[in-house]
């Protein structure tokens, strides 16, 4: 999609590391040039939506040498194999509005009625703090979504047995934030909350190539979360193509 951005939003594009091409204007027989950067940014897309690689596996330990006349110890069959405690559970914050002190009166209206964003957010109480959440905050602002009140953010917050955490179980926070919010779109950063949205378990590559309807209709987008993209900053183009796709989704659904 084409999208009419200012000065500003294309800074947030910089911030982002997200170069915006716009065509040439017209010239009488312009000499034949090279490849335009534009096939290389489309080749960056296209090489981005495979499936998001594993990042947390560490290689097996080859096992120590023993020595000639040393027998080694043969492991119990039933004994099964762990690669370490897997994460205990996970709630949903209630969602708070990213840019509150925004006026209603300005919002464009292809921007919908309101969003939704749901991540795993290393500051969950702080979404917009840190690295991750800067990114967050310039990804958001690139869609203009900086002027809409009704820009809300939901996170997940990792929870053990016999700790107090605050927040609902996925399922249930999440019908009620579009039950109380009513949004146009949510919009899902990252593989863990594509799973507990979705419920699917389906790569991310898979996910991001489709729009999604929840079960009361509302429309959602996947897409990588911000800690994903300062790990794999290549990956960046990739994203705001997807934000691209929710943009004109909600514009669709606007449109008389």
Sequence with gaps: MSLSLDARQRAMLQEMGVTV???????????????????EAEAAIASAAAPTPVLHA????????????????????????????????????????????ADPQAVAPELGAGWLVVLESP?????????????????????????????????LNRHAPGLTAEGLEPAAGLQQ??????????????LGAARVVLGSREPLGRLRATAHHLPDGTPAVVSYDPAYLLRAPDAK???????????????????P
């Design 21 to 39: 091409w716009a065509p040439p204007p017209a010239r009488p027989l312009p000499p034949p040039v090279a490849a335009p950067a534009q096939a």
């Design 58 to 101: 560490q290689p097996t330990p080859a096992a120590p040498r023993q020595p000639a006349h040393a027998a080694a110890p043969a492991a119990p069959a039933s004994e099964p194999r762990t690669a370490g405690a897997a994460p205990t559970g996970l709630l949903l914050r209630a969602p708070v509005a990213l840019y509150p002190q």
């Design 123 to 155: 500051t969950p109480a702080e979404p917009l703090a840190g690295d991750s959440g800067r990114l967050l905050d310039n990804m958001l602002r690139a869609m203009r979504l900086h002027r809409h009140p009704r820009t809300f953010v939901a996170t």
């Design 177 to 190: 934030a579009l039950q109380t919010l009513r949004p146009s779109l949510v919009l899902v950063l990252g």
């Design 237 to 255: 183009a990739a994203a705001w193509a997807d934000l691209c796709r929710a943009l004109a989704l909600v514009r669709r659904s606007t449109a």
